[in-house]
């Protein structure tokens, strides 16, 4: 799959050759699906905590006798069907994530790629470099029509670009190492550089 690059204001670049094993895949969304849940999952804090019986500020002490009230027997004010007491078998801290095999990671990966390309949402550029002016890059990235774009780079991103794009609403940029499917469709366009497409294959080969 051969594919033109451009450089920020929009130039021509010449072009280059894409991994038909990383963009030409037929997208399935069953495997997309299990890796963005594996992330999600991963990702939620899980702090939810209700307190129980025991551990509500209450009087242990006996409401009322135990017999002769015509009513029903009860011990503290603690239990679950009082108002404010102990909640049962509520919410407790715990971890929501769950294992997935490395490979179907990979796999998902490739797949998002696969899918923006299809999708005529993958752009290459030559390079991810900037002298640190935010209102220079807003310009250029508006003039190209990005706008909720994810920006992959190499190994490592060029501080001035990634100072520049910091305050620009709709632009992200992550090293190749921090590519992940659940980023990389939740924007419309995804642009990658010349350095993160050969880290990319490197690091899927």
């Known amino acids: 799959m051969k594919l033109d690059v451009i450089k ?24 997309l699906h299990r890796v963005v849940r594996w992330q999600r999952n991963n990702a939620q804090a899980g702090t939810h905590k209700v307190k129980t ?20 027997r009860h011990g503290a004010r603690s239990a679950p069907i009082f108002r404010g007491g102990g ?16 490979k179907v990671r990979a796999l998902g990966l490739k797949h ?11 752009v290459v550029i030559d ?4 002298d640190g002016k935010t209102g220079a890059l807003a310009k250029a990235v508006a003039n ?3 706008k909720r774009a994810l920006i992959i780079d ?20 992550l090293p190749t190492m921090g590519a992940n499917v659940f980023d990389i469709l939740k924007r419309d366009t995804l642009v990658i550089t010349k350095a993160g497409l050969e880290a990319l294959e490197a690091r899927l080969k």
Do not use: M
Not at 8 to 31: H, M, Q, T, W, Y
Not at 155 to 170: C, D, K, L
């Open 8 to 31: 920020l204001d929009g130039g021509k670049a010449g072009s280059i050759d894409l991994n038909e094993a990383l963009f030409g895949l037929e997208p399935r969304v069953d495997i």
């Open 53 to 72: 019986r025991s551990e509500v500020s209450y009087s242990t002490k006996k409401i009322y006798r135990q017999k002769g009230t015509g009513g029903a």
């Open 87 to 102: 909640v049962y078998k509520g919410p407790t801290p715990r971890s929501h994530g769950h294992d997935l095999p490395k």
């Open 112 to 122: 998002a790629l696969s899918a923006k390309a299809k999708a005529g949402e993958l």
């Open 127 to 130: 390079a991810a470099v900037s």
């Open 144 to 146: 190209l029509g990005w």
């Open 154 to 173: 190499g190994a490592a991103v060029n501080e001035n670009f990634a100072q520049a794009a910091r305050n620009i609403e709709g632009l992200d940029i």
